[in-house]
């Protein structure tokens, strides 16, 4: 089962995150996708991932300045779905506007979170991450 699914467009923010992930002590499996579009095609199982018996991930990591459909909209999508109603999705974003948090909980987020500005506090953020909704998050599976 996939773990983390990163939806990211920035990549050197998707770079760091996978090097982060790979310096963990405990076997961590991911995917980035760089595109709000792409990863609503992943969740609902549709588009070019409509031949592969993918399995949702525990959790959703979202950024949500995405180009072209917006982290919001994925959002909003992903709790649409009865496959993806009750994927756990975490916004992650370098926005601390009340304005943008509030619409990510309207859109359906379990957490946001501000993206932290040097790589070391990044490493820990996305380590606790990790610690609670990989490892002591209780989860209920669609398939």
Not at 78 to 91: G, N, Q, Y
Not at 104 to 109: E, F, S
Request: charged fraction near 20%; proline fraction near 4%; glycine fraction near 6%.
């Amino acid at each position: 089962m996939l773990d983390i699914l990163y939806v990211e467009d920035n990549p050197n923010d998707a770079d760091i995150f996978s090097r982060l992930i790979r310096k963990m002590d405990r076997p961590i499996t991911y995917t980035v996708i760089n595109s709000g579009s792409e990863a609503v095609d992943y969740l609902a199982g549709q588009g070019r991932y409509s031949t592969q018996s993918n399995e949702l991930p525990k959790l959703v990591l979202m950024d949500l300045n995405l180009n072209g459909l917006s982290g919001f909209e994925v959002i909003q999508q992903a709790r649409s779905i009865d496959r993806t109603r009750f994927v756990p999705i975490v916004a992650f974003s370098t926005s601390d506007s009340p304005h943008d948090i509030q619409s990510a909980y309207k859109a359906g987020v379990n957490a946001y979170v501000v993206k932290p500005g040097s790589y070391q506090a990044t490493g820990s953020v996305i380590g606790k991450l990790c610690d609670f909704w990989l490892e002591n998050n209780a989860r209920i599976d669609h398939r």
